[in-house]
């Protein structure tokens, strides 16, 4: 097939121009083209005046054997032969395994860890301490409207089938460089169970947290049709070792569940296990991550600087991405940034208040929101080893808590840099699933992240006017950006215990939704090669 980069159309073009552009590149008929394929499509808002849609695509002629003369007669640096090249699970291994492989953590990690295994006959067993999406929905929702009396530990915004990124923007951004072809097997499967089809070639995909609840469902729905098991409820207090071998896990209440294949899909909340791995003397480390506040502004104001309109009509909300660097050397950045969305109470301890952001699919609402984090390394952390990143968070999270009296705390960007407790609001409405409080966020974070936050907000406001608006609103505390520990692996992807598996964003070694997704792949690729079922 040929690929054509960089094909260039006006937005509201018709069904037919991508067709009638690529015969014009390729100085063919389109009578000769039988088949074009968007392989990505981005916006080139370069030119306020002419916003574009900028096209790679994948063209089929009729008659194969012409493709290469026609990428000769294009003579163009932007169009060449394509290997058409699909994802692939291995061969299986010799070794049989006997006991079918156990999976800890329902999150994009452990759902796809589970369905390679169940669609290759290994029949795996899902284990996720709390509750199916569309009960831990009603929980999460009670808790926003009731406050930490509602909280249920297990079954909340961290905890729960799907993961975190369930109660999100549900981006599928990856920065991974995927030769494998998981990246492309992991939105092919979200299609199928129901995410729009755009996800397939928008350079910044997403589902929305509304349809990324049923796409949850389906994706369980198909791992046990293929012979998995799921059980809901089931939390995992300990991994049984012995000899420096995995023999399976011990669930709370006391039901041991034997296997010599423990997939650890956690994710980066899973803190109580944690600290069982870590005395049971699982090799791990601390990692570096970054923490911050949420920033809300008006979307209207995103679109205009983005687009140069305040209404982005089909181009949908408008996104964003800055990052700065500090005379400190911390680098500060937007993370998670949701056009069109919310931000939400997310904890998941009593005492403790932890914030995250959430776009439903259309991205309708009047705010565009993201967290601006600034980095920190274990030298920050109030104590040493793994868990050190974990205890740094935690008190965060308890003066979070304290600061608005069990509600997310908010305070205006100006009054923030002035040290101030907010009074009143400005004009940015505020956009929250949960109850909030007037608060001084500057006695949250330790003065050094505050000043490294000013510093960035401050240029931010040269590139997106308006970012450093007295009026933006912010609130705290956003510190579960990432695992702040990694669980060691070899090159056969297993932990210092033979037979744990450690992957996804948990264990360090995923950013999101898709490299969590990829990298439970991964593992379960890994266990194929490795072993046959019995």
Not at 63 to 92: C, F, G, L, M, W
Not at 150 to 171: C, P, R, Y
Not at 256 to 264: A, D, E, G, K, Y
Not at 520 to 533: F, N, S, T
């Amino acid at each position: 097939m040929i690929r054509i980069n960089q094909l260039a159309l006006e937005v509201g073009h018709g069904p037919g121009a991508i067709k009638k552009k690529a015969a014009r590149l390729l100085k063919v008929p389109e009578t000769s083209i039988r088949r074009v394929d968007v392989v990505r499509r981005s916006i080139d808002a370069r030119k306020k005046d002419r916003i574009l849609y900028s096209y790679i695509v994948d063209v089929k002629l009729a008659e194969k054997k012409k493709e290469e003369t026609a990428v000769k007669k294009a003579d163009s640096r932007n169009i060449q032969i394509e290997t058409e090249a699909r994802y692939r699970y291995p061969a299986h291994g010799k070794e049989v395994l006997k006991d079918r492989p156990v999976i800890i953590g329902a999150g994009p990690a452990g759902l796809f860890a589970a369905l390679a295994l169940a669609e290759n006959g290994f029949a795996p067993l899902l284990l996720e301490q709390g509750d199916p999406v569309e009960v831990r929905a009603e929980k999460v929702e009670a808790f926003w409207r009731n406050g930490d009396d509602s909280l249920d530990l297990h079954s909340n915004v961290q905890f729960g089938e799907g993961g975190a990124g369930t109660f999100s923007d549900g981006k599928l951004n990856t920065l991974v460089k995927d030769v494998s072809g998981r990246n492309g097997k992991v939105l092919e499967t979200f299609v199928e169970a129901g995410a729009d089809g755009s996800i397939l070639y928008d350079s910044r995909p997403h589902i929305g947290t509304d349809v990324l609840r049923e796409v949850v469902k389906n994706i369980r729905k198909r791992i046990q049709d293929a012979g998995g098991e799921v059980r809901f409820g089931c939390r995992v207090e300990q991994v049984l070792m012995e000899d420096g071998r995995t023999g399976g896990v011990l669930l709370a209440g006391g039901e041991r569940i034997q296997s010599r294949t423990v997939v650890l899909a956690v994710g980066h909340s899973a803190r109580a296990l944690f600290s069982s791995l870590w005395e049971q003397k699982v090799l791990m480390e601390p990692k570096a991550f970054a923490v911050g506040l949420r920033v809300q502004h008006p979307q209207k104001m995103i679109n205009l600087s983005q687009y140069g309109r305040e209404d982005a009509g089909e181009l949908g909300a408008a996104p964003y991405k800055v990052t700065a660097s500090t005379k400190s050397g911390r680098g500060v950045y937007s993370f998670c940034m949701c056009p069109g969305g919310y931000v939400v109470n997310a904890s998941s301890e009593k005492g403790r208040l932890a914030v995250n952001g959430m776009s439903n699919f259309r991205r309708d609402g009047e705010n565009a929101n993201s967290a601006i984090i600034v980095s920190v390394t274990p030298g920050d952390f109030p104590v040493p080893g793994a868990l050190g990143g974990v205890e740094f968070q935690r008190r965060l999270e308890e003066k979070a808590f304290l600061l608005g009296n069990g509600r997310i705390p908010v305070q205006l960007y100006g009054d923030f840099k002035e040290d101030r407790r907010s009074e009143a609001l400005g004009d940015v409405a505020p956009q929250f699933c949960g109850g909030y409080a007037l608060s001084n966020l500057r006695e949250l974070m330790p003065e050094a992240l505050n000043t490294a936050f000013i510093e960035g907000m401050e240029q931010f406001g040269k590139k997106i006017r308006g970012f450093d608006r007295s009026d933006a609103l912010l609130a705290g505390i956003e510190s579960r950006t990432s695992s702040p520990l990694k669980i060691i692996r070899d090159e056969n992807l297993e932990s210092s215990v033979k037979g744990l598996y450690p992957c996804g964003e948990g264990a360090g070694y995923a950013g999101g939704i898709t490299s969590a997704a990829m990298d439970g792949l991964k593992v379960a690729e890994e266990i194929i090669r490795r072993y046959c079922p019995a």
